[in-house]
């Protein structure tokens, strides 16, 4: 065991080194930092807020440290790590070229090319993007940025109106609560039995995927949470033409944006919602996650 996360001592001997990433790795940086640990950051030059060491060179960094923690999603392009603050391009594979096996590594949601490029340097990671646990608390930003964009990009209150979601994992499942107790009326797609079931037995309308098109077109806000086109063109023109659709499903989403660009139906993708929304909250949950892997791996 490397350290005990019920300790304030905990982890306290070990050199944390975070790169890249958003607002929600810069507060993690902060959390560490102010509660004691020995941390730095790689790829944060631009933040004006962050209160760890930025070190420029990344052999430097990566050399002193014991445990890289790095970004979710880990990249947005192919081979560079995801780094907002940062003027600089961290190529992937330079990266994992100066890592040793003696170093833990913790990243969040890393694409194909980066586990490809992790098989090749024999390097061992936790993706703790992973972690159910940290799915589920992660769950919480995602759905009150969901209801704010709902309240903030519609002219009129999610009381009243006719809210359909799609998809009945953990997003589906907060959202649908949430969205009832503002008093909307509720529907949730679902393809399990009994998650159509659970949905109707919390007093919400369960829609079989197959029944899609009966009732679409009566919505006024569309939540879609399912990593699939859903809603393609045959559904999209179904869509009342001031209904609002929210995709929060990760790239490239469930939705044909062109055609619904040409409907001229009002569709956001939104993207990384706890960074934005709630960046210390979620950087709170990664670092328990972490503490709590370091435990185990």
Not at 13 to 25: H, K, P, V
Not at 50 to 71: F, M, R, Y
Not at 146 to 166: K, P
């Amino acid at each position: 065991m490397l350290c005990d996360v019920d300790s304030s001592e905990g982890c306290k001997n070990l050199n944390f080194l975070i790169i890249g990433g958003d607002d929600r790795l810069v507060e993690l940086a902060n959390i560490f930092f102010g509660k004691g640990y020995q941390v730095r950051v790689h790829g944060m030059e631009k933040a004006a807020n962050c209160q760890a060491e930025n070190v420029k060179s990344l052999d430097e960094a990566v050399e002193k440290c014991d445990v890289i923690i790095g970004p979710i999603p880990f990249s947005k392009e192919a081979n560079q790590v995801n780094s907002s603050y940062s003027e600089e391009t961290i190529e992937i594979e330079n990266l994992f070229g100066k890592i040793t096996q003696d170093k833990k590594l913790y990243f969040g949601a890393m694409n194909k090319n980066a586990r490809e490029l992790a098989e090749k340097y024999n390097i061992k990671y936790t993706d703790y993007h992973h972690d159910e646990s940290y799915q589920i608390l992660n769950t919480i930003p995602t759905v009150e940025g969901a209801i704010a964009l709902m309240v903030s990009e519609t002219e009129y209150t999610v009381f009243g109106r006719n809210v359909l979601i799609l998809g009945y994992g953990r997003i589906g499942k907060l959202l649908s609560e949430y969205s009832k107790s503002l008093g909307a009326k509720v529907y949730v797609e679902a393809r399990k039995d009994e998650d159509l079931t659970w949905i109707r037995t919390r007093g919400m309308n369960a829609v079989n995927l197959k029944d899609l098109p009966d009732c679409i077109g009566n919505m006024d806000i569309i939540v879609n949470t399912v990593p699939a086109v859903l809603l393609d063109g045959s559904k999209l023109d179904l869509i009342k033409k001031d209904a609002l659709i929210l995709d929060l499903a990760s790239l490239p989403g469930g939705v044909d944006y062109s055609f619904a660009k040409e409907k001229g139906i009002k569709t956001i993708h939104a993207l990384g919602i706890p960074g934005k929304i709630a960046a210390k909250s979620a950087a709170e949950y990664i670092f328990d996650t972490v503490l709590k892997r370091l435990n185990v791996d």
